[in-house]
């Protein structure tokens, strides 16, 4: 039996994810140091941690509700408009679902019919061209530039729109470049979107680790994008909760309602402990995002900064927890570079074409790591380049 010949075609020509390749062989080398994985260095924080006990302790370990929690999807909605200015209703607005990228499926399955085109900014996170295809969905890749920031513009949205557009992925702030899309940027693209009857996806799981004086800003604050727009976030970030698998979605009551019946079947519920953590995380958790933001900042500062010295030019990433430099000057492909950099300094670092094609000249390093971790890394990939 050719066990290959009967999968379905579209999972099988699927890529494997390129990010965890060079981490798993780090992994297995003494003193290497991997700058691979995009998870948080901290513990979640033990006030969260505690809650989740406390709630195995009292017997709270049955299903929820498909949609979540009251309580969790009540918090969920008082924290975005707390911070964010954006307004849903807990009980037909919220989903609460198994980590974000859950939420992401979700949407797509629900919205997209074959042939239906995705417009997907790249460089960026690995899942939306998978997710898409497996919806029969056509994935259309959107290139950003280093000359504007890694921002996407409304001419570059513009001229990927056609007939059959039926979504746009927007993930900003953005993996694996930490761009940042401020309010004057979403206004201009919003401008472009209200010609059309685009659906808007917003990934914003990294919104709380935004840099500099401007907070973030959600597409879906900006007129005329909040009906259109499902926002998508989690706890896996801002809140170190990343092994507790809990995300969330936000939109249209129809949206949601189409959401929860595919995660009713296909899931259940998301975890009962995690859920009971993340309410305490919303109410409590204020304080434990800008400790880790300002030391976040801090390892950005030193990374960013360390690489240019070097000369490998790197962009000033504004948010998330990466550093994105181009590699061009030492003349060779971001493959190449990583897997040489890995045997030859044991240090583990993305290519960027894990990301996209666009990502090619470029390598994805996270500063979720320890400064001293980071200094010395810098000091391998130095000392690598300078050999090359």
Known sequence: MDMRALLNPVVREIPPSGIRRFFDIAAEME???SLGVGEPDFVTPWHIRNEGIYSLEKGKTYYTSNAGLKELRVAICAYLERRF?????????????????????LFVRSVIKPGDEVLIPEPSFVCYRPIAALAGGVPVP?????????RLTPDELRAAITPRTKVLVLPFP??????????EHLEALADVLKETDILVLADEIYA???????KHISIAAIDGMYERTV?????????AMTGWRLGYACGHPELIKAMTKVHQFAIMSAPT??????????????????????????????????FNDMGLACFNPEGAFYTF?????????SNAFCEALLYDKKVAVVPGTAFGDSGEGFIRCSYAYSVESINLALERIEAFVKHR
């Open 85 to 105: 200015g954006l307004k849903y209703d807990p009980l037909s607005q919220t989903l609460v679902t198994v980590g974000g990228s859950e939420a992401i499926d």
């Open 174 to 183: 953005n993996n694996p470049t930490g761009a940042v899309m401020r309010k």
């Open 273 to 306: 402990t995690a859920q009971y953590a993340a309410i305490e995380a919303l109410q409590n958790g204020d304080d434990d995002i800008a400790m880790m933001r300002d030391e976040y900042d801090r390892r950005r500062r030193v990374m960013v900064k360390g």
């Open 231 to 239: 926002l998508v976030s989690g706890f896996s970030k801002a809140y």
């Open 325 to 333: 430099p181009c590699i061009k000057s030492t003349g060779m492909d």
């Open 208 to 214: 709380e680790l935004t840099y500099g004086n401007e």
């Open 31 to 33: 003193d290497a140091i």
């Open 142 to 150: 959107i290139v950003t530039k280093a000359e504007n920031h890694f």
